[in-house]
């Protein structure tokens, strides 16, 4: 093992043993869970609604739970030691971020079986689903590193849960142009509109463009997140 | 003598707040280098900068030959494995054993794990190393803290406040530590309102007074240096202030001579004493 993993592989154990013993933590993580029985219904329904309890297991389980995390390290200043350490940013970020994406993957399994969302191919899946989680666990981190204290997570996170979850529902009432347009862009509805595709027969070359477009989301999620880190190892 | 700090003109500004102004002073390599000052003073502040946590507004530091706001990614990551660090504030994960704090911090430094229950001795806490954090006292976590600071051998130990939450017992303890890992080669820059603990520990210290360098110098030398001229001989006919001069000592063995002494001091100040005369303050 080079030190970089072991390194990496030092910060996922320490994650484990105290996500472990951190029973909010662990409740949040499973809020999209508990959430998903309401919305096992048999009728027909839109997209959006169907991919619903997914995208609530990605940006509660995915940006929420590792939002709390690292705020939680900033507010109890042990970041900053890790900061201080020699582990360089990439490995800190990587170990932050591991057991969190177990966390969402379980969420996301979990809530499609009691949802009953139809079933959509693997491999076009897991391309979905990589390019989401990565960038839901930036954003999450980005959000931490913003925040001074675990509380102030939900205030950050919130406005942009309700734009992510709700903005496709309610967006529409406002019958404008350019914000339904910008709505479909958001990760969420490329999520709804790929498997959309996918329910009504369209195979994987039809959805590379939502597959695109969710990756240039992780791809600039990740670097922004990287910039505030950096920019975090230093005070005022 | 080899320069390990080298700090020059700093300062640091928060808005309109003046933290640090225009301070210098050096370090030499294997010095326990004492920094003195009254609550908001700008200690904390001066050990941020020196560890690369903060970034001073103008003037350089240099540690290690290197200035520490131009450091890029190589040298920060060679700067901060080789120094060790104990803030002001406990910065342990509360939810895990002290063996796991350490276990974690020993895979990041990449030292082997037996290092725990080394410095775990060093800072008399090898019997609760299965204890959860949560449940430590203040003093016992600020020793973790330090005890975590010190796996790595670094060349420099910052302190902040090492003893400030710490029993008579444990402070000797920890000052012994200190004076041993120094002698095998640890240079120590410390903080501390404690004037005893300076004078036990340091040879150089620096008084800082809002943010100035009111005085830097040996103790020995400070207290020479601001020591009453005067001499107070206690006698079988009273107590008397004798200047250092011919007529002094001739009064002195006067007494001697006759058996009429009792006692003699010479008016030594205490750095307490030193520093309440060069900033006019009184120390909290
Ligand atoms: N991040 C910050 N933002 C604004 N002002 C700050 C900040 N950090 C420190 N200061 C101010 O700078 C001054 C020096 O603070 P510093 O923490 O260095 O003092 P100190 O000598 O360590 O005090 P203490 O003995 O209480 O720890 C204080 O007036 C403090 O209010
Ligand atoms: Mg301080």
Not at chain 1, 122 to 145: C, D, E, K, Q, R
Not at chain 2, 8 to 28: S, V
Request: hydrophobic content about 45%.
């Amino acid at each position: 093992m080079t030190l970089a993993m072991k390194r990496v592989s030092a910060i996922i154990q320490k994650e484990w043993k105290d996500s472990s013993k951190n029973p909010v933590l662990l409740l949040t993580a499973a809020i999209p869970v508990i959430f998903a029985f309401l919305f096992r219904s048999e009728q027909s329904v839109g997209a959006s609604v169907l991919t619903m309890p997914m995208n609530m297991a990605l940006s509660i389980t995915g940006a929420f739970v590792q939002a709390m995390m690292v705020a939680e390290e900033k507010e109890k200043h042990t970041l900053r030691v890790l900061m201080l350490s020699p582990a360089k940013p990439i490995e800190v970020l990587l170990g932050k971020s591991a057991i969190s994406a177990i966390m969402t993957v379980s969420a996301v399994i979990l809530s499609i079986l009691i949802a009953n969302t139809p079933s959509i191919n693997l491999v076009s899946f897991l391309l979905l689903l990589i390019p989401n989680i990565v960038m839901y666990l930036a954003l999450g981190t980005l959000i931490g590193l913003m925040s001074r204290t675990s509380m102030e997570t939900s205030f950050l996170g919130m406005p942009l849960l309700l734009i992510f979850l709700m903005g496709p529902m309610f967006g529409a009432l406002l019958n404008s142009e350019a914000v339904n347009v910008a709505i479909g862009y958001l990760p969420t509805e490329q999520m709804a509109a790929a498997c959309d595709i996918l329910w009504n027969g369209g195979s994987l070359t039809d959805i590379w463009s939502h597959i695109g477009v969710t990756c240039i989301w992780a791809v600039a999620s990740v670097l922004l997140c990287i910039i505030v880190y950096r920019a975090k190892r230093y005070d005022a | 003598m080899e320069p390990i700090i080298e700090v020059q003109a700093l300062t640091k500004a928060f808005g309109n707040k003046q933290a640090l102004r225009q301070i210098d002073f050096t370090i030499q390599r294997g010095e326990i280098y004492g920094f003195l000052g009254p609550s908001g003073s700008g200690k904390t502040t001066t050990v941020k900068i020196l560890s690369g946590q903060m970034l001073p507004t103008t003037g350089t530091a240099r540690v290690f030959g290197v200035d520490i706001a131009k450091m890029n990614e190589v040298e920060r990551h060679r700067h901060l494995s080789r120094i060790g660090i104990l803030t002001d504030n406990s910065t342990l994960y509360d939810r895990l054993s002290i063996q796991d704090n350490l276990e974690l911090f020993c895979k990041l430094y990449n030292v082997p794990s037996s290092r725990a229950k080394e410095v775990l001795e060093q800072v008399n806490l090898a019997n609760e190393r299965q204890t959860t954090v949560k449940t430590l006292s203040k003093g016992m976590k600020q020793r973790v803290t330090l005890a975590r600071a010190l796996l790595h051998n670094p060349d420099i130990l910052f302190l902040d406040e090492p003893t400030s939450a710490l029993d008579p017992t444990n402070t000797r303890h920890i000052h012994d530590a200190l004076k041993a890992l120094n002698r095998a080669g640890t240079t120590i820059f410390l903080t501390t309102h404690d004037m005893e603990e300076a004078e036990s520990l340091c040879h150089q210290v620096a008084f800082l007074h809002q943010g100035h360098i009111a005085a830097m110098d040996t103790p020995q030398r400070l207290r020479l240096k601001y020591a009453d001229s005067t001499i107070t001989v206690t006698t079988t006919e009273g107590t008397y202030s004798v200047q250092r001069d011919d007529e002094g000592a001739r009064r002195i063995y006067d007494w001697m001579t006759t058996g009429k002494m009792v006692a003699i001091h010479s008016n030594e100040p205490t750095l307490s004493d030193i520093f309440i005369k060069v900033t006019g303050g009184i120390l909290k």
